[in-house]
């Protein structure tokens, strides 16, 4: 593919589906804080593989998953609708543990006791 096309169309693909998601009635997937975390797409626009996170741990990640593969035809659709595309690649969804990891990672260094640094003052200024 000429150009970026191919990084075009990664990122509106991860933009829609995290609007997508937000619509959806299923309680496996709307009763979670889920954040679509990294997007793939083959170079041919045929699969698309999406990684989700929860908040709530990885666990509650692949609850949301099934919810999501069972609604894969209802979302490929809609995001054929919404971005226009000749070819919608096959959406392939996977569970990640990257928010829960980052927010422990946060507590950790919030949980440090690192006393602040003070600017040093200038001599020049007591002239």
């Known amino acids: 593919m000429p150009g ?4 075009r169309v990664t990122e509106d693909i991860s933009r829609e589906l995290s609007a997508i998601l937000r619509e959806l009635k299923d309680p496996r997937v709307s009763g979670c804080l889920l954040s679509v975390v990294r997007v793939e797409v083959t170079n041919d626009l045929s699969y698309c593989t999406a990684y989700v996170s929860t908040v709530e741990g990885l666990e ?3 609850e949301a998953v099934k919810g999501l593969k ?13 971005l226009k ?9 996977k569970a990640t543990d990257s928010i ?8 950790i260094l919030m949980d440090l006791d690192i006393p602040e640094e003070r600017p040093e003052e200038d001599e020049d200024a007591d002239l």
């Open 60 to 62: 509650r990640s692949k």
């Open 85 to 93: 595309l000749r070819h919608v690649p096959e959406l392939i969804f």
């Open 4 to 7: 970026n096309r191919l990084g």
């Open 100 to 107: 829960e990891y980052g927010a422990s990672i946060s507590k």
């Open 70 to 82: 069972s609604a894969a035809g209802f979302v490929r659709r809609e995001l054929g609708r919404r």
